[in-house]
């Protein structure tokens, strides 16, 4: 089992029900059947190709990309929050429990898939019981802009 499967399968999601995956080294894209050929062609030149959803290194690293299709894919799993909690998680904040607005069951991981009112997804979280704190900031849609501030 790969490592992506590995990360697809708690939600519900086998990997063949993503689409058509290509590998490039270790990093998994989404693309077209039909672009198939010049991948393979061209592997040593590509550094991507399609929707990038994230890279096999030890764990599976998740691209907002694969949230997106896994919360679209999924009904399970998530948690509904507030304008304010949107906010603050988009800010790589923790969510406390009067910012939730419905809370599903997690994954036996402990994992949620965290969307606004709206049904938009907005990141990862895990389940977790520190003090007011009901999820934690796993990964969410602001994570790229603040690392590449950072740097």
């Not at 790969?2 to 708690?10: A, H, M, T, V, W």
Request: charged share 30%; with cysteine.
């Amino acid at each position: 089992m790969s490592l992506l499967s590995e990360f697809c399968s708690p939600f519900g999601v086998q990997e063949q029900d993503l689409g058509h995956i290509s590998r490039i080294g270790r990093r998994c894209f989404l693309t077209l059947p039909e672009q198939e050929k010049i991948i393979e062609e061209q592997k040593k030149n590509l550094f991507g190709a399609g929707v990038y959803l994230g890279e096999e290194k030890t764990r599976f690293e998740h691209s907002p990309a694969i949230l997106e299709i896994l919360s679209a894919q999924t009904k399970d799993f998530k948690a509904v929050v507030d304008d304010k909690a949107e906010w603050l998680f988009l800010c790589g904040r923790d969510i406390f429990d009067k910012g939730i607005e419905q809370k599903g069951i997690p994954t036996a991981n402990g994992l949620f898939l965290v969307e606004n009112n709206r049904g938009e997804n907005l990141g990862l979280g895990k389940a977790a019981r520190d003090g007011n704190v009901a999820i934690k900031n796993i990964m969410d849609r602001g994570h790229f802009l603040r690392r590449e501030r950072m740097k």
